[in-house]
Nanobody, 120 residues
Framework: VQLQAFGGGLVQAGGSLRLSCAASGRIDSYFMGWFRQAPRKEREFVIVSGRSGAIPYLSDSVKGRFTISRDYAKKMVYLQMNGLRPEDTAVYYC???????????????WGQGTLVTVSS
């Protein structure tokens, strides 16, 4: 499976942005999610949607602000980010497949990143 993420950009604090990720194959039977990596920090989990769109799991840092959705026909997954904060500045990566267990998501495939910059 190949993934193409896009939609990053510069946004002011408090604003919203929607990231998109296009998959080359069917996505309905896979976990799909997003990670991010801030400057000088390790990559961290953001959110994952269970198989067939089951209840998503989110990092505490984005609860109440970020949501994930899928368009199965278009083989797309989206990350809607509201109430953005400067600390959300990072390169965001979409991911697919793998497993989610014990609060951790281990994808099989990664897309390239898209940069989100939140100005204060």
């Amino acid at each position: 499976v190949q993934l193409q993420a896009f939609g990053g950009g510069l946004v002011q604090a408090g604003g919203s942005l929607r990231l998109s990720c296009a998959a080359s194959g069917r996505i309905d039977s896979y976990f799909m999610g997003w990670f991010r990596q801030a400057p000088r920090k390790e990559r961290e989990f953001v959110i994952v949607s269970g198989r067939s769109g089951a209840i998503p799991y989110l990092s505490d840092s984005v609860k109440g602000r970020f949501t994930i959705s899928r368009d199965y026909a278009k083989k797309m997954v989206y990350l809607q980010m509201n109430g953005l904060r400067p600390e959300d500045t990072a390169v965001y990566y979409c991911a697919v497949g793998g497993v989610y267990t014990s609060g951790h998501y281990y994808p099989d495939y990664w897309g390239q990143g898209t940069l989100v910059t939140v100005s204060s």
